[in-house]
């Protein structure tokens, strides 16, 4: 048997990113992080879109909509 060290992709081994900090996720936390802040931002959008799609089918603004026209 020889010495050589033997590769993960030569074993057919998928490495382990996580340990090898290849692969960062944002982790939830409380308060003012970037994750909060991207959660809240695809909210916004799906929001705004809520809204263009609900005066396309209405053919009427946000506060007819409401009742405060």
Not at 35 to 59: D, P, Q, S, V
Request: cysteine-free.
């Amino acid at each position: 048997m020889s010495s050589e060290s033997v590769t993960p992709a030569e074993t057919g081994a998928q490495p382990d990113l996580e340990k090898e900090n290849l692969v960062t996720q944002p982790q939830p936390a409380f308060g003012w992080t970037s994750y909060a802040e991207l959660i809240n931002g695809r909210f916004a959008m799906i929001g705004f879109f809520a809204l263009l799609i609900l005066e396309l089918f209405t053919h009427q603004d946000f506060f007819t909509w409401l009742g405060l026209r």
